[in-house]
């Protein structure tokens, strides 16, 4: 893996950013909003921006995006400031690119292509880093023919005929080969990765993800919650790789809980599938904590985003818990976001001053306390670690003792009650296992 643009050691490139105003694009978003944050991205990715530009365009240009007008516009500023490179907030054809590149006679990117940027700086994992190197290579896959056309031996004359493959043909071979290797390193990692999650499932205990937009707060309430230690920065995208914490609940019970990689808006779909299987920690997860910055003003825009890529995943009917963060930083406590219909719980904390907290972890007690089942389990004498198991992290409604067995009614989580009865009918065949085996050697010694 690698950045797409590596730096030296402490220099800050200058850059433009270009935004236009698509007619398609919704209409509660606002285009300085939409910059602002692809400010925000430039500034995470060790950039200085020295200029903005938006123009609202009727059409796209084919060529362009933006029309030749805006494009004159920019190659003037481009002369007079002098930037390293012009970042676009929309997604660039690569005919866009080579076309705006050999106007500015500049470096031109798009904000995908930041975004994978961002992410190969922060990725620390193997994982993260396989994963990010896929997403950049099926990104540049097919602008390749921008970036090698000076190397392609495509002209005639002495020296040029014949067979071979172009420079072009080689670096498409390669790319090709590469991207098939490290989906072959992906599907063993996500191997390992899913044995564990198998893994941690036959363990009892309910799983809660964290997830919301990037730089909401949710790796400073994994800190606060479970004294993690994950690496918290007020910068977009600090947190790539999954981290999973223990966290007890006020009446005894343990759940798991997952911090994982906050979301964007417009975020490369290439990345998405690259972090499939990390994100698999929120589509499996009991119960889902949508942190939301209330001290930003897009904050419901933002909640959207979230709602979207959710879906995206599979986990938009998980059940969920709206978390209203960054209390502390409101001037008079006012709160505008109500949750949504489908929220289970709004608690409103500080991740920093730990402001709300205690009834945060009260409420998810209670929301997974609504979803247990009442089941009925018969365990044998010998069984008492099973017991007191089920007494640790169940609700013992009734407990009868006869003479070969102990007879148990609790209220359970689900994936407890049915954790429980596969260990129960798993003794249950072992013992007749042992029984029938026994039987059969006193048989086989019988006298004649």
């Known amino acids: 893996m690698k950045r797409i643009y590596p730096q030296l050691k402490g220099f800050r490139e200058r850059v433009l950013l270009v935004g236009a105003e698509l007619p398609t694009r919704a209409p509660h978003t606002a285009l300085d909003d939409n910059l602002d944050e692809l400010q925000k991205?430039?500034?995470?990715?060790?950039?200085?921006?020295?200029?903005?530009?938006t123009q609202p365009l009727r059409k796209i240009s084919p060529a362009t995006l933006i029309g030749s007008g805006k494009v004159e516009e920019i190659r003037v500023a481009v002369k007079e400031t002098k930037p390293d490179l012009v970042v676009f907030d929309e997604d660039l054809t690569p005919a866009q690119q080579r076309n705006l590149e050999n106007a500015f006679q500049l470096r031109v990117i798009d904000r995908s292509q930041l975004i994978l940027d961002i992410f190969a700086q922060r990725a620390r994992s193997n994982e993260g880093k396989l994963q990010v190197e896929l997403a950049?290579?099926?990104?540049?896959?097919?602008?390749?023919?921008?970036?090698?056309?000076?190397?392609?031996?495509?002209?005639?004359?002495?020296?040029?005929?014949?067979?071979?493959?172009?420079?072009?043909?080689?670096?498409?071979?390669?790319?090709?080969?590469?991207?098939?290797?490290?989906?072959?390193?992906l599907a063993t990692v996500e191997k390992t990765r899913?044995?564990?999650?198998?893994?941690?499932?036959?363990?009892?205990?309910?799983?809660?993800?964290?997830?919301?937009?990037?730089?909401?707060?949710?790796?400073?309430?994994?800190?606060?919650?479970?004294?993690?230690?994950?690496?918290?920065?007020?910068?977009?995208?600090?947190?790539?790789?999954?981290?999973?914490?223990?966290?007890?609940?006020?009446?005894?019970?343990?759940?798991?809980?997952?911090?994982?990689?906050?979301?964007?808006?417009?975020?490369?779909?290439?990345?998405?599938e690259a972090f499939k299987s990390t994100l698999e920690e929120v589509r499996t997860a009991d119960l889902l904590l949508r942190v939301i910055d209330v001290t930003h003003p897009l904050h419901e825009e933002q909640s959207a985003v979230v709602d979207a890529v959710l879906r995206d995943i599979g986990a938009g009917d998980t059940p969920y818990i709206v978390v209203q963060n960054k209390i502390d930083a409101l001037p008079d406590r006012s709160y505008a976001h109500a949750g949504g219909n489908g929220a289970r719980a709004v608690c409103r904390v500080s991740a920093l001053t730990g402001e709300g907290l205690d009834a945060l972890v009260d409420t998810i007690a209670k929301t997974l306390d609504a979803g247990k089942v009442r089941r009925e389990f018969v365990f044998a004498p010998s069984q008492g670690a099973l017991l007191s198991l089920l007494k640790r992290e169940a609700r013992i409604l009734e407990e009868k003792y006869d003479a070969d067995s102990i007879r148990v009614t609790a209220l359970s989580r689900p994936k407890l009650a049915g954790q429980m009865k596969k260990w129960l009918e798993q003794a249950e065949i072992e013992t007749e296992t042992e029984k029938n085996g026994n039987n059969n050697n006193r048989k086989g010694n019988a006298p004649r």
């Open 41 to 53: 991205l430039a500034e995470s990715a060790g950039a200085d921006v020295v200029g903005r530009f």
């Open 194 to 272: 899913t044995i564990q999650r198998r893994e941690r499932l036959e363990v009892p205990y309910a799983t809660v993800a964290l997830v919301g937009y990037t730089n909401s707060g949710k790796s400073t309430l994994m800190n606060a919650l479970t004294h993690a230690g994950v690496a918290a920065e007020d910068k977009l995208f600090a947190t790539l790789d999954p981290t999973i914490r223990g966290l007890r609940l006020p009446g005894g019970e343990n759940v798991m809980l997952a911090d994982t990689v906050g979301f964007i808006n417009k975020i490369p779909h290439s990345l998405i």
């Open 136 to 185: 950049q290579l099926e990104y540049m896959r097919p602008r390749l023919t921008r970036q090698w056309t000076h190397l392609s031996r495509l002209g005639g004359g002495i020296g040029t005929r014949g067979p071979g493959e172009t420079q072009l043909e080689v670096d498409r071979r390669r790319i090709r080969e590469r991207i098939g290797k490290l989906k072959e390193r």
